[in-house]
């Protein structure tokens, strides 16, 4: 079992919609957590990151949310655009040790 | 910000033939290099991770003489897939960084064997 899962697999929606999309972790002990943008046919790139005193972390219009007691986290995106569409991952880590989910594939339309 | 350059990025080849993968840390010195490998709609799973001037660690699954990483310098590691099979298609993505601080990915290889 992986111990970042990642909720939903996949979204469709309209551009100029906000979608938040899910991240629960069991990986312990617990260093930071990253969320990643990674478009089709490319590396990621790294959107937040977030250490175990943090609740929250904006870049633009990407807001991540941390609740290190619950073990999960959020990404908020506002105003899609379509060059948001892409797979977004979150990566825990526990020390040098990295953790990746499966990512949320989203599709904004049109 | 930091630049990881991977090369080639999409490349095809028969069957039995070997690839070589190069990346490379364009404006740092990387004394950690990452290979993962991708396939379609699942997460990055690592392979090996390799320090420069020692020889790399590879995850548990991974068969070191499939997949010869030399990581010369401190700026460049390299991924040779020896005898390459089509179930050897992937995406392999590079990551580096310098001490603790955090990775940077390179934009991956393609690998299509015919």
């Known amino acids: 079992k992986n111990q970042v899962e990642q909720s939903p697999q996949s979204l469709i929606i309209l551009e100029g919609k906000n979608c938040t999309l899910q991240?629960?972790?069991?990986?312990?002990?617990?260093?930071?957590l990253r969320w990643y943008k990674q478009d089709t046919g490319r590396g990621p790139v790294s959107l937040t990151i977030?250490?175990?005193?943090?609740n929250t972390k904006s870049n633009g219009r990407y807001t991540a949310t941390l609740d290190a007691d619950t073990k999960q986290s959020s990404l908020h995106i506002t105003a899609s655009q379509l060059s948001d569409s892409a797979s977004y991952i979150c990566?825990?880590?526990?020390?040098?040790?990295?953790?990746f989910g499966a990512g949320t594939r989203l599709t904004v339309k049109p | 910000g930091a630049v990881v350059s991977q090369h080639p990025s999409w490349v095809i080849c028969k069957s039995g033939t070997s690839v070589k993968i190069e990346c490379r840390s364009l404006?740092?010195?990387?004394?950690?290099m990452f290979w993962y490998r991708q396939f379609p709609k699942q997460s990055l799973m690592l392979m090996a991770t390799?320090?420069?001037?020692?020889?790399?660690?590879?995850e548990q699954g991974v068969e070191k003489d499939k997949f010869l990483i030399n990581h010369a310098s401190l700026t460049l590691s390299t991924l040779t897939v020896t005898s390459a099979h089509p179930e050897d298609s992937s995406f392999y993505i590079c990551?580096?960084?310098?001490?603790?601080?955090?990775?940077?990915f390179g934009d991956g290889t393609r690998l299509s064997i015919l």
């Open positions: 991240c629960n972790y069991t990986v312990s002990p617990f260093s930071n």
């Open positions: 990566v825990v880590s526990a020390g040098n040790d990295m953790r």
């Open positions: 390799s320090n420069e001037g020692s020889k790399a660690t590879y």
């Open positions: 990551s580096a960084k310098k001490g603790g601080q955090p990775q940077h």
């Open positions: 404006d740092f010195q990387a004394t950690t």
């Open positions: 977030m250490t175990f005193s943090e």
